[in-house]
């Protein structure tokens, strides 16, 4: 039998590298777009990357954009998919109230774009698709915890595009009988998670505060709750929803709700740090150098016009059909998080101390 082929937007970004590499180990040929950029942007994919001479390559990068439709058809056309894994957008939420329109053009017009792609090819039949939707779809929460039925409310230019994508899913499902699924997924971390979302920038800065690389950490609203899982474990359930008898939609969560403030308490035990909580509007004056503990400090600039303040999910739906149940803990995510962040901190500083420079990530 030959190997199924997948496409997937987005994957060099966090979802997309764990999704590649589990679809290579059950024998897919994996087909990726990433964007041109003047720097390397492949960096969580490249130990995947097979060279253009290398014979049986089961793994494929394809230039391309989700702003550009003529494109999205040709990778279509050339890789035939059986599945489509919708992995693209412009992804932060906070970034979303700054490109209100760029994040509409990518996150909801590039995912009609892409199911229209199969359906001017007439791959309706054979193509399968995977919508990477959202808990913040739920935002100002109208139930809790949140499942499949719960109404939606969201709060956000990126909260709203990924509302239209994911009623183009559902309506291209009963318009066109498309095998169409919405993963509604709430948030999920790992080590490679990008450095401007809450977890990695608390883990990344944390473990440079304790090599000494940073002096404190500035954070927005330490309230928020967020039900935060393992990417690992919900990956898996992207795949599995694509390989059932009928398309649904299904709400994938741990079931576990921590604030932000929580998150950094158990980073610093982790790393063995202890804590010095101060409020907004910290100055240098304010700044005890010898206190020897990590400074958290709230900066405002962080707030965001809307905030989505809490977040559980109820992924009963998932376990009872799909049998999927997360497997990895907050406590073993954060641990992994904060220990891959104690190590890249270490490298850093084995940089700096032999004269190299550091490129360094701002937010
Ligand atoms: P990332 O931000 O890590 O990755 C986003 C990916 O989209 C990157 O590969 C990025 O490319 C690509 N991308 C952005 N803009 C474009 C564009 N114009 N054209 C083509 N590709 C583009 O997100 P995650 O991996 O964390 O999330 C994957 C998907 O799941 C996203 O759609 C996200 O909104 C959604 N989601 C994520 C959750 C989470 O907690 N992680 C929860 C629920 C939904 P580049 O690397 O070049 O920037
Ligand atoms: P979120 O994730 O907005 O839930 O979207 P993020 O980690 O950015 O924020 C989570 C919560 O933490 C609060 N917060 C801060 N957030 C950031 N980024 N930086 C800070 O300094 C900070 N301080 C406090 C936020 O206000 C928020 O309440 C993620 C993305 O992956 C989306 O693409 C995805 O759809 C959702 O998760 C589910």
Same mark, same amino acid.
């Given at each position: 039998?030959?190997?199924?082929? =997948?496409?997937? $937007?987005?994957i060099t970004g966090q979802d997309?590298?764990?999704?590649? &590499?589990? %679809?290579?180990?059950?024998?897919?040929?994996?087909h990726g777009i990433k964007r041109r950029s003047s720097l390397f942007n492949t960096g969580r994919v490249d130990d995947l990357y097979e060279g253009p001479q290398?014979?049986?390559?089961?793994f494929f990068l394809h230039y391309g954009d989700m702003t550009d439709s003529s494109n999205l058809l040709r990778v279509m056309q050339e890789v035939q998919p059986d599945e489509v894994y919708n992995l693209a957008a412009q992804s932060h939420v906070a970034v979303s109230f700054e490109s209100p329109e760029y994040t =509409?053009?990518? $996150?909801?017009?590039?995912?009609?774009?892409?199911?229209?792609?199969? &359906?001017? %090819?007439?791959?309706?039949?054979?193509?399968?698709?995977y919508q990477a939707s959202t808990s913040e779809l739920f935002g100002k929460v109208q139930e809790i915890p949140q499942k499949e039925t719960t109404p939606f409310y969201p709060r956000s230019p990126y909260a709203v595009a990924k509302l239209y994508a994911y009623w183009i899913c559902v309506n291209y499902r009963e318009a066109y009988g498309m095998f169409a699924c919405n993963g509604i997924l709430f948030n999920h971390e790992s080590p490679v998670r990008g450095e401007t979302f809450v977890t990695r920038k608390i883990t990344r800065a944390l473990a440079r505060i304790k090599l000494g690389l940073?002096?404190?950490l500035y954070l927005g609203n330490m309230n928020a709750l967020r039900d935060w899982g393992h990417t690992q474990d919900y990956v898996r359930m992207q795949w599995l929803m694509l390989q059932q008898d009928e398309p649904k939609d299904y709400v994938i969560a741990t079931g576990v709700q921590h604030s932000v403030r929580e998150f950094v308490e158990a980073a610093a035990s982790k790393l063995d740090m202890r804590l010095d909580w101060r409020g907004s509007g910290v100055d240098e004056k304010g700044y005890d150098a010898d206190s020897g503990a990590c400074i958290v400090?709230?900066?405002?600039?962080?707030?965001?016009?809307?905030?989505?303040?809490?977040?559980?999910?109820?992924?009963?739906?998932?376990?009872?059909?799909?049998?999927w149940e997360p497997e990895i803990s907050f406590d073993e995510m954060v641990e992994e998080m904060a220990s891959e962040d104690l190590r890249e901190a270490q490298r850093e500083k084995l940089c700096l101390g032999n004269g190299f420079e550091v490129p360094l990530c701002h937010e």
């Open positions: 039998m030959s190997r199924k082929v =997948a496409l997937i $937007t987005g997309g590298s764990y999704l590649a &590499r589990l %679809l290579l180990e059950k024998g897919y040929e994996v290398a014979p049986d390559r089961s =509409a053009d990518v $996150t909801a017009m590039g995912t009609l774009r892409l199911l229209e792609a199969i &359906r001017i %090819l007439r791959l309706e039949s054979k193509t399968r698709f940073q002096d404190r400090a709230v900066d405002p600039r962080y707030y965001r016009p809307t905030e989505v303040e809490t977040l559980l999910g109820d992924a009963t739906r998932a376990k009872e059909e799909l049998g």
